[in-house]
């Protein structure tokens, strides 16, 4: 009687709180040819219906905020087995006219030509590059700015490339993936005497003809060995 009557005040006392609608929101980034992408679609109803939003939905009762996030992206984009990082909570009371929405964020980067960007247009998705986006609804464009902040954040920290880069790359074209991260340029000659001396690379014995005279090595990432970690590749705030 005594543990009826304590759960029986608990349900009043929850009673007593507002309830919210929770969601969440994947920014997902690709690269492709030397360019950052970001995956958008038409929003698919009111408020602010027809305009570009990225991948949401609300949370459902029998799922987590990860599982919501893999539903949400599978049935605005046909795209799964995509590795998603929490990357933050948008709670501001008004963020959406429609109601009061609480928001945890996803981010992603994955390379485009590996899945099927065919399926996203499909599904009404389209990759947008970075420096080129359409207006945004609600605080999407702020959503955007702190996940991109989030890869810069990895980026600075590890090098990374291992999924986003053939097998085989040259220092160039590694080069080209962090500028586009960074949407900024970088010294080669500083850039290439940092990343090799993480100690994460392996040169190989091919050339790359195609981007100078004498030809550019090729190389690979070696196994990943835990602990490997040296100063940051890029210096950030």
């Not at 995956?39 to 009111?46: A, D, V």
């Not at 790359?208 to 890029?234: D, L, W």
Request: proline share 5%; aromatic share 10%.
């Amino acid at each position: 009687m005594e543990q009826e009557n304590a759960i029986l005040m608990l349900t009043e006392s929850y009673k007593q709180h507002p309830k919210h609608y929770v969601a969440v929101d994947c920014s997902i980034f690709g690269y492709e040819d030397g360019e950052l992408k970001l995956l958008l679609y038409p929003r698919g109803f009111e408020p602010s219906l027809g305009k570009w939003s990225l991948m949401g939905g609300f949370v459902q009762e029998n799922e987590s905020m990860e599982e919501a996030a893999r539903r949400v992206l599978l049935q605005t984009t046909g795209l799964k087995d995509i590795f998603l990082e929490q990357a933050a909570a948008f709670s501001k009371p008004d963020r959406d006219p429609g109601a009061r929405v609480i928001s945890m964020t996803f981010v992603a980067l994955i390379r485009i030509d590996i899945h099927d960007k065919d399926l996203a247009r499909e599904n009404g998705a389209h990759w947008w590059p970075v420096t080129k986006l359409p207006s945004l609804v609600f605080d999407h464009e702020a959503i955007v700015a702190t996940g991109l902040e989030l890869l810069q954040q990895k980026a600075s920290i590890d090098l990374i490339g291992n999924e986003l880069l053939p097998e085989m790359f040259t220092l160039m074209q590694l080069r080209n993936l962090y500028e586009a991260i960074f949407q900024k340029s970088f010294d080669p000659g500083n850039f290439r005497k940092k990343v090799l001396s993480i100690g994460s690379l392996e040169r190989l014995n091919q050339k790359n003809t195609t981007e100078s005279k004498k030809g550019a090595y090729y190389y690979r990432f070696k196994k990943y060995e835990p602990g490997q970690r040296s100063e940051r590749i890029v210096k950030f705030p």
